[in-house]
C-alpha cells in the first residue's frame, strides 16, 4: 500500500484543520477567525448545492424560477445573499458587511457584533449561470480597528489592509481559494465528505504567462495605453509567440485560470465604464490582496 497516498486520505488537511493550524502561531488568538471563516465556508457550501441544481431550476421550479404553486422563487444571487448575510450575522464576528446584493451596508446589531468587517460578492457572474459557466462568491475581510460604533468607514479602506480574501469558485468542481496574508491556499469540496480538503497549497502564479483575458468586444472603447498593450499581445515585436486568448467573462473563473496558469486578466476603464466595471471593493480589492500573495 502506497502509505503517501493512505495518509491523504486518512490525515484530511481540512479548511478548517488548516485554518486552526494557522491560529495556533498566534496564541493570543481566540479563534474569532476561525469561526467566521467556518461561516464563510458554510454559505460556500450552500451555494454550492444551490448553484448545482440551478440546473434542474427549470424544471422543478428552484432558484429564480416559477415553482408549480406558481410562486416566483428567489433569484439564486438574492438567495445566496440572503445565505451569506445570516450565516455572517449568526457567526457573532462581524459587525458591518457590504454585499453586492445590497444598496446599504448591514450593521450588525450590538449584541451579535464582532471584529470583523466582511465585503463580498454572493454570487459573480450569475448571468452565467443559465450555460453552466463557472461563477463565484467573492470575499475580502478587514478587522475593526476600535470599538467606537461601527461606520462604513471601516470597510472603504484600501485592499492591501485586508486580513484575508478568498473565492469560491463553482464550476466541474468547488475551489475555495484563501490567504489570510501568508500565501494562496486551495480547497476543493469534497462532496462525500461535505468538507473543503486542502489540494492546492501554497499557490503561485507563474512569473510568465502566455495567456491574456480581456472582453475584446470592448476594444473600440479603449484608451490608448490599452488598445497599444492588447496590441503587443497578439503582434508581439520582439519575436516573442503571440499570446492566448482566454475570457470566460465569469471574473472568478478568470482570476483562477490566470492564479493558476499565468498571464493577465483585465477589465480596464473604458469609455463605456468610465470607473471600470467590476466592483472595486468586493471585487477588485479581494482578488487583488490574494494576487499580491501568490
Ligand atoms: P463583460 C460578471 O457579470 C462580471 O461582473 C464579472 O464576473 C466578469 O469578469 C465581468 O462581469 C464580465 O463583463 O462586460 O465582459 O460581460
Same mark, same amino acid.
Request: proline share 5%.
Given at each position: ?16 484543520? !488548516? ?24 454559505? @460556500? ?14 424544471? %422543478? ?12 422563487? =428567489? ?36 449584541? &451579535? ?17 443559465? @450555460?453552466?459557466?463557472? %461563477?463565484?462568491?467573492? !470575499? ?16 472603504? &479602506? ?9 473565492? @469560491?469558485?463553482?464550476?466541474?468542481? @468547488? ?27 501554497? %499557490? =503561485?502564479?507563474?512569473? &510568465?504567462?502566455? %495567456? ?72 477588485? !480589492?479581494?482578488?487583488? !490582496? ?5
Amino acid at each position: 500500500m502506497d502509505h503517501a497516498a493512505d495518509a491523504h486520505r486518512t490525515d484530511l488537511m481540512t479548511i478548517t484543520r !488548516f485554518v486552526l493550524n494557522e491560529q495556533s502561531k498566534y496564541p493570543e488568538s481566540r479563534g474569532d477567525f476561525t469561526i467566521l471563516l467556518s461561516h464563510i465556508v458554510l454559505g @460556500c457550501k450552500f451555494v454550492c448545492s444551490a448553484v448545482n441544481k440551478a440546473g434542474l431550476a427549470k424544471l %422543478i421550479g428552484l432558484a429564480g424560477e416559477t415553482n408549480i404553486q406558481g410562486e416566483e422563487q =428567489k433569484k439564486l444571487d438574492v438567495l445566496s445573499n440572503d445565505v451569506f448575510v445570516n450565516a455572517l450575522v449568526s457567526s457573532g464576528r462581524t459587525s458591518v458587511l457590504v454585499s453586492e446584493e445590497d444598496e446599504e451596508a448591514t450593521f450588525v446589531e450590538p449584541s &451579535k457584533r464582532g471584529k470583523y468587517c466582511v465585503v463580498f460578492d454572493p454570487l459573480d457572474g450569475s448571468s452565467n449561470i443559465d @450555460c453552466g459557466v463557472s %461563477i463565484g462568491t467573492i !470575499f475580502g475581510i478587514y478587522t475593526l480597528d476600535h470599538t467606537d460604533e461601527p461606520t462604513t468607514a471601516d470597510v472603504l &479602506k484600501p485592499g492591501n489592509e485586508m486580513v484575508a480574501a478568498g473565492y @469560491c469558485m463553482y464550476g466541474s468542481s @468547488c475551489m475555495l481559494v484563501l490567504s489570510t496574508g501568508t500565501g494562496v491556499h486551495g480547497f476543493t469540496l469534497d462532496p462525500s465528505l461535505g468538507e473543503f480538503i486542502l489540494t492546492h497549497p501554497d %499557490i =503561485k502564479i507563474p512569473n &510568465k504567462g502566455n %495567456i491574456y483575458s480581456v472582453n475584446e468586444g470592448n476594444a473600440q472603447n479603449w484608451d490608448g495605453p490599452t488598445t497599444k498593450y492588447v496590441e503587443k499581445c497578439k503582434f508581439p515585436k520582439d519575436g516573442s509567440p503571440a499570446k492566448s486568448l482566454r475570457y470566460v467573462g465569469s471574473m472568478v473563473a478568470d482570476v483562477h485560470r490566470t492564479l493558476l496558469y499565468g498571464g493577465i486578466f483585465l477589465y480596464p476603464a473604458d469609455k463605456k465604464s468610465p470607473n471600470g466595471k467590476l466592483r472595486v471593493l468586493y471585487e477588485v !480589492f479581494p482578488m487583488s !490582496f490574494l494576487m499580491e500573495q501568490a
